[in-house]
């Protein structure tokens, strides 16, 4: 199966990676030798196994096509805003490989045949996109272009609010601090009153 990635210098295919389990046990065996822990004391002892078990979880998106949660949509004759606020979403740092985490809303003005998809896809796409190393603008983003391509939206807006572990339990250590980025793509970017009215939406729910 092939995935397109992003790099600087666009968008590219790669076949999509496999995870190597032995490989990610060693790994971890290694890093806590690196940090003078004994890995064959008794309450270590099956931890390389599990932490491998738990990055297989981790980065489960890397392993399957997020876009394909979108494969299955049905047409129903409603052209106005679908959002889902307050999506649970945890992902993965990719510069410390720590937690950030916080809600996503998406939402999206389906196209004129009124294609639509299931409300939990949404929240599945979320989760793939979010099941990798990342940045949060690249998340938001990803999420934003899977729903354009896939559903060919009239629009789509997609806000992340999350708290970075990495910036709240080391370095700088400014717990509660939330960063907020957003994605909108066609009339959601370009028409101010259908932005307002879902960014209204977003702000005004009730939590
Ligand atoms: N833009 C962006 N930055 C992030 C994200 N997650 C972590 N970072 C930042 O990535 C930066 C990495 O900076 P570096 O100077 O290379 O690493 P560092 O020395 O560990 O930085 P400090 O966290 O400031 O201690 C930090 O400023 C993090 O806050 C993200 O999702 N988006
Ligand atoms: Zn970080």
Do not use: W
């Amino acid at each position: 199966m092939n995935d397109s990635r992003r790099n600087g210098a666009g968008t590219y295919d790669v076949p999509a990676p496999v995870f190597d389990q032995d490989r990610a046990e060693k790994a971890v065996r290694e890093l806590l030798l690196a940090c003078g822990e004994d890995p064959d004391r008794d309450g270590l002892l099956d931890t390389p196994a599990r932490v491998a078990r738990a990055y297989a979880e981790l980065f489960a998106g890397l392993y399957t096509d997020p876009e394909s949660v979108l494969n299955k949509t049905f047409d129903e004759s409603h052209d106005e805003l679908v959002l889902v606020t307050d999506i649970p979403m945890f992902s993965t740092c990719e510069h410390h490989l720590v937690p950030f985490h916080g809600v996503a809303h998406v939402g999206y003005i389906p196209n004129e045949q009124g294609r639509i998809t299931g409300l939990s896809k949404l929240a599945r796409l979320v989760d793939l996109y979010a099941k990798r190393p990342q940045v949060q603008e690249r998340l938001t983003s990803q999420v934003a272009d899977a729903m354009m391509k896939k559903l060919e939206p009239r629009g789509v807006i997609v806000v992340i609010e999350a708290e970075h572990l990495c910036m709240a339990m080391r370095g700088i250590r400014k717990p509660g601090a939330r960063t907020t980025t957003s994605a909108l793509r066609g009339i959601l970017k370009s028409s101010p009153s259908s932005r307002a009215e879902a960014i209204e939406l977003i702000n005004g729910r009730t939590r």
